[in-house]
């Protein structure tokens, strides 16, 4: 039975659904889910009696039409109806946005969620893929990315703000910076389908900057902001005009009776979803603090509703998920098969603390065995990128998925017609002219550099860290956020300054074995793939300037729905 339930984890690039995991694993309950990262608080168990009590009503009637549904989203939200489109998921809304917006070309840093890679290389696009570098603490430089675009002339960029799967977070000055400079684009998308759960920021949405721009979409999941990712719901928000070019393609009945359900309960319901997001960053510190305990394990600052963190030398990921499953019955995301990541890495959705405590013990016992220090086995022959679709598989080997063959994008010289990024000074990023007789704009202010013009004569930032772990007390001054390596000392209190770096003590009574620390830069885990190898280049990003830390809040009223435009609540 156990080997029926992991082979299900190597069919596909995705991981499988709790319902085949539930047939396969026979009688009882399924698995602890630490790998579907959705909201664990919503929909309260009175809305879920509530649903059930409908249950013959809803699946036996047509919904209404999705323009219906739509628009009472839209009231909730405070937002036009013509500057959205609702989708059968995000995913939906992905594949319509390659079909309709994507001509040849399009960029996305990696790691990052995989249908944003696979779904352009399916349709023959080229993808550009931009590695974020372990050794930074997989923050996005949007300078570098900026200049990446431009020396590789793609014509669509992505970014994912909060990312999956690391969390890393940008700020709505930056992203808007960004956006200007990259005007000339045919397309820039921002996926904002976690930014929900983050509290780096008091109003870190575009979507309102979006609506006013001819070529930005931002992407918002419901399913993963709700706890309902069955359902397959989710919206974009563009002006008018690119907003009903996808919104025209879209059957008249793509949202099912559910979703039209949950659409109309919610605004009954706006109180109880403030406080779920609440819930979520609270455990979200008290997580990344229990991890943090286990020798050699490094946990990433994330401002999304999960922890990326690196297993320690010598343990290999596809190893701990199955034994994780088949002996403690707990599901984990394992990222071995994400483009930029390696076998090393885990994904772990943030849960209540009593679900924790089972994961953190589990994993002490996969990890260490009956004491901490020695890390399960690899396996000999590794593990490789699997997207679960033939023709991506050999895009990517033959050719690096960005039109160059493999063997010059790792380690085999330049490239002709492409120029190797010049290193950045300490501190500053000053991406190349964009455009013959534009001048350098002034610097904005602290912590932007200045930049030469990029079609719209906009000056794009310095990439500052992402967000950092929410911090209840208040510090003078965020250092860049670095991960969490654990040592053997008693768990990190929730009230911690911005995470550090910490050298692994060597294991007491215990044979010999590799120290823990990070992986050298351009060495993967056994037969991983590591971001530089996308790429075929390594350079660690420069230090970034200190920030002040900003606010840890909520919605500004607890009482009435999260305003998603940003605008002034009616009324």
């Given at each position: 039975?156990?080997?029926?339930?992991?082979?299900?984890?190597?069919?596909?690039?995705?991981?499988?659904?709790?319902?085949?995991?539930?047939?396969?694993?026979?009688?009882?309950?399924?698995?602890?889910?630490?790998?579907?990262?959705?909201?664990?608080?919503?929909?309260?168990?009175?809305?879920?009696?509530?649903?059930?009590?409908?249950?013959?009503?809803?699946?036996?009637?047509?919904?209404?039409?999705?323009?219906?549904?739509?628009?009472?989203?839209?009231?909730?939200?405070?937002?036009?109806?013509?500057?959205?489109?609702?989708?059968?998921?995000?995913?939906?809304?992905?594949?319509?946005?390659?079909?309709?917006?994507?001509?040849?070309?399009?960029?996305?840093?990696?790691?990052?969620?995989?249908?944003?890679?696979?779904?352009?290389?399916?349709?023959?696009?080229?993808?550009?893929?931009?590695?974020?570098?372990?050794?930074?603490?997989?923050?996005?430089?949007?300078?570098?990315?900026?200049?990446?675009?431009?020396?590789?002339?793609?014509?669509?960029?992505?970014?994912?703000?909060?990312?999956?799967?690391?969390?890393?977070?940008?700020?709505?000055?930056?992203?808007?910076?960004?956006?200007?400079?990259?005007?000339?684009?045919?397309?820039?998308?921002i996926d904002e389908s976690f930014l929900e759960f983050a509290d780096a920021e008091a109003e870190p949405s575009v979507v309102q900057e979006a609506?006013?721009?001819?070529?930005?979409?931002?992407?918002?999941?419901?399913?993963?902001?709700?706890?309902?990712?069955?359902?397959?719901?989710?919206?974009?928000?563009?002006?008018?005009?690119?907003?009903?070019?996808?919104?025209?393609?879209?059957?008249?009945?793509?949202?099912?009776?559910?979703?039209?359900?949950?659409?109309?309960?919610?605004?009954?319901?706006?109180?109880?979803?403030?406080?779920?997001?609440?819930?979520?960053?609270?455990?979200?510190?008290?997580?990344?603090?229990?991890?943090?305990?286990?020798?050699?394990?490094?946990?990433?600052?994330?401002?999304?509703?999960?922890?990326?963190?690196?297993?320690?030398?010598?343990?290999?990921?596809?190893?701990?998920?199955?034994?994780?499953?088949?002996?403690?019955?707990?599901l984990v995301r394992e990222c071995g098969n994400k483009i930029g990541s390696s076998s090393r890495f885990l994904r772990l959705v943030v849960r209540?603390?009593?679900?924790?405590?089972?994961?953190?013990?589990?994993?002490?016992?996969?990890?260490?065995?009956?004491?901490?220090?020695?890390?399960?086995?690899?396996?000999?022959?590794?593990?490789?990128?699997?997207?679960?679709?033939?023709?991506?598989?050999?895009?990517?080997?033959?050719?690096?998925?960005?039109?160059?063959?493999?063997?010059?994008?790792?380690?085999?010289?330049?490239?002709?017609?492409?120029?190797?990024?010049?290193?950045?000074?300490?501190?500053?990023?000053?991406?190349?002219?964009?455009?013959?007789?534009?001048?350098?704009?002034?610097?904005?202010?602290?912590?932007?550099?200045?930049?030469?013009?990029?079609?719209?004569?906009?000056?794009?930032?310095?990439?500052?860290?992402?967000?950092?772990?929410?911090?209840?007390?208040?510090?003078?001054?965020?250092?860049?956020?670095?991960?969490?390596?654990?040592?053997?000392?008693?768990?990190?209190?929730?009230?911690?300054?911005?995470?550090?770096?910490?050298?692994?003590?060597?294991?007491?009574?215990?044979?010999?074995?590799?120290?823990?620390?990070?992986?050298?830069?351009?060495?993967?885990?056994?037969?991983?793939?590591?971001?530089?190898?996308?790429?075929?280049?390594?350079?660690?990003?420069?230090?970034?300037?200190?920030?002040?830390?900003?606010?840890?809040?909520?919605?500004?009223?607890?009482?009435?729905w999260p305003n998603a435009a940003g605008m002034g609540q009616a009324g």
């Amino acid at each position: 039975m156990a080997g029926n339930v992991t082979s299900l984890f190597r069919s596909g690039a995705h991981s499988p659904s709790m319902a085949a995991l539930t047939r396969e694993g026979g009688e009882g309950a399924g698995p602890v889910d630490f790998c579907i990262p959705c909201n664990p608080y919503f929909p309260t168990p009175a809305m879920m009696e509530t649903m059930a009590s409908r249950l013959k009503d809803i699946i036996t009637f047509y919904p209404s039409s999705a323009d219906t549904i739509t628009a009472e989203l839209c009231q909730l939200l405070q937002l036009p109806p013509q500057a959205v489109a609702m989708g059968n998921g995000s995913t939906e809304l992905i594949t319509w946005i390659d079909h309709l917006l994507v001509r040849e070309s399009l960029a996305i840093p990696v790691p990052t969620f995989g249908r944003w890679t696979d779904q352009p290389m399916e349709t023959g696009k080229r993808v550009d893929m931009f590695p974020l570098q372990e050794s930074n603490g997989f923050a996005l430089d949007l300078a570098q990315y900026a200049e990446f675009i431009r020396k590789r002339g793609t014509r669509v960029a992505v970014i994912c703000n909060p990312n999956n799967p690391d969390g890393g977070f940008l700020h709505k000055q930056a992203l808007v910076q960004f956006m200007d400079a990259m005007a000339d684009l045919d397309l820039i998308v921002i996926d904002e389908s976690f930014l929900e759960f983050a509290d780096a920021e008091a109003e870190p949405s575009v979507v309102q900057e979006a609506m006013l721009r001819p070529n930005v979409i931002v992407l918002r999941s419901l399913g993963k902001n709700f706890g309902l990712h069955g359902i397959r719901f989710g919206y974009m928000v563009a002006n008018p005009s690119l907003a009903g070019k996808v919104r025209s393609m879209l059957p008249k009945w793509n949202l099912n009776a559910f979703a039209e359900y949950v659409v109309f309960m919610l605004k009954e319901h706006g109180a109880e979803y403030a406080q779920s997001l609440l819930q979520v960053r609270k455990d979200r510190l008290e997580m990344a603090s229990q991890l943090s305990v286990l020798p050699g394990l490094t946990v990433y600052p994330s401002q999304g509703n999960f922890l990326f963190v690196r297993l320690p030398v010598g343990a290999e990921g596809t190893v701990v998920r199955d034994r994780m499953l088949t002996e403690h019955r707990i599901l984990v995301r394992e990222c071995g098969n994400k483009i930029g990541s390696s076998s090393r890495f885990l994904r772990l959705v943030v849960r209540p603390e009593v679900d924790v405590r089972r994961l953190v013990s589990a994993m002490e016992q996969v990890l260490y065995g009956s004491r901490r220090g020695a890390a399960v086995p690899e396996l000999g022959n590794g593990t490789s990128y699997s997207s679960g679709t033939a023709a991506v598989d050999r895009l990517v080997s033959e050719t690096n998925g960005a039109g160059m063959q493999l063997a010059q994008a790792v380690g085999m010289g330049p490239v002709p017609g492409l120029a190797a990024a010049p290193a950045m000074g300490p501190g500053l990023a000053a991406a190349p002219a964009m455009g013959p007789g534009l001048a350098a704009a002034p610097a904005m202010g602290p912590g932007l550099a200045a930049a030469p013009a990029a079609g719209v004569g906009m000056p794009l930032p310095v990439a500052g860290p992402p967000a950092g772990m929410p911090m209840p007390a208040a510090a003078p001054v965020l250092q860049q956020p670095q991960p969490m390596v654990a040592q053997m000392q008693p768990p990190m209190q929730p009230a911690m300054q911005a995470p550090m770096q910490m050298p692994m003590q060597a294991p007491m009574s215990m044979p010999p074995s590799a120290p823990a620390g990070p992986t050298p830069t351009g060495v993967p885990a056994r037969g991983g793939l590591t971001a530089a190898q996308v790429r075929g280049m390594t350079a660690p990003a420069p230090p970034a300037p200190e920030l002040a830390p900003a606010p840890a809040t909520g919605w500004p009223n607890a009482q009435s729905w999260p305003n998603a435009a940003g605008m002034g609540q009616a009324g």
